[in-house]
Antibody, heavy 125, light 107 residues
Framework: QVQLVQSGAEVKKPGASVKVSCKAS????????MHWVRQAPGQGLEWMGI????????SYAQKFQGRVTMTRDTSTSTVYMELSSLRSEDTAVYYC??????????????????WGQGTMVTVSS | SSELTQDPAVSVALGQTVRITCQGD??????ASWYQQKPGQAPVLVIY???NRPSGIPDRFSGSSSGNTASLTITGAQAEDEADYYC??????????FGGGTKLTVL
């Protein structure tokens, strides 16, 4: 079945970096964009950025520009999200989410149809 | 930048119909999608595009839009529909944007 499996919980100190992985299975990895979305405790969803697994191109939310890097490994169907210069406000659950629209297609809506289980990242001294 | 505004909380009696709304300028140009999130779980897509339901989503869920307002309607709410609901559209740069979420209580 189609699924995204993320890496386990992380505890980091302020100023450190964290790298979260998201392994896709059950579909053609390079055919669908992948997004990263985070959710702080008790808060709503926040979009961080998108990666094209086919060519590796990325686009990041302005808020995270300069601190976030998204990469992919097509040999293992895995995408990665690295966030640097961590601060306490980065404490959140980080999700990868597949875009249900095929790479190259253009739509007037989003459809995050498959989500990973989430990775809790705690930033604490 | 844009915003998507949702009521923080809505309640509905078991078996009745409830409408959850999402307001924002971007909704004049883009359709909203809707996600259901239960405590401790990842969000689940329930409506996308004009009014499309992914496989496995009950037909009591439907979507509509008018002007700058998108709506998610649950016709005959069930106990298992109690959850947080998030709308999603685009910001002024064309990037994905989420509303603040609505907590639905089924009485």
């Amino acid at each position: 079945q189609v699924q995204l499996v993320q890496s386990g919980a992380e505890v980091k100190k302020p100023g450190a970096s964290v790298k979260v992985s998201c392994k896709a299975s059950g579909y053609t990895f390079t055919s669908y964009y992948m997004h990263w979305v985070r959710q702080a405790p008790g808060q709503g969803l926040e979009w961080m950025g998108i990666i094209n697994p086919s060519g590796g191109s990325t686009s990041y939310a302005q808020k995270f520009q300069g601190r976030v890097t998204m990469t992919r490994d097509t040999s293992t169907s895995t995408v990665y999200m690295e966030l640097s210069s961590l601060r306490s406000e980065d404490t959140a659950v980080y999700y990868c989410a597949r875009d249900g629209v095929l790479v190259g297609a253009s739509t007037d809506y989003d459809a995050f149809d498959i989500w990973g289980q989430g990775t809790m990242v705690t930033v604490s001294s | 930048s844009s915003e998507l505004t949702q009521d923080p909380a809505v309640s509905v009696a078991l078996g009745q119909t409830v409408r959850i709304t999402c307001q924002g300028d971007s909704l004049r140009s883009y359709y909203a999608s809707w996600y259901q999130q239960k405590p401790g779980q990842a969000p689940v897509l329930v409506i996308y595009g004009k009014n499309n339901r992914p496989s496995g989503i009950p037909d009591r869920f439907s979507g509509s839009s008018s002007g700058n307002t998108a709506s998610l309607t649950i016709t005959g709410a069930q106990a298992e529909d109690e959850a947080d609901y998030y709308c999603n559209s685009r910001d002024s740069s064309g990037n994905p944007l989420f509303g603040g979420g609505t907590k639905l209580t089924v009485l």
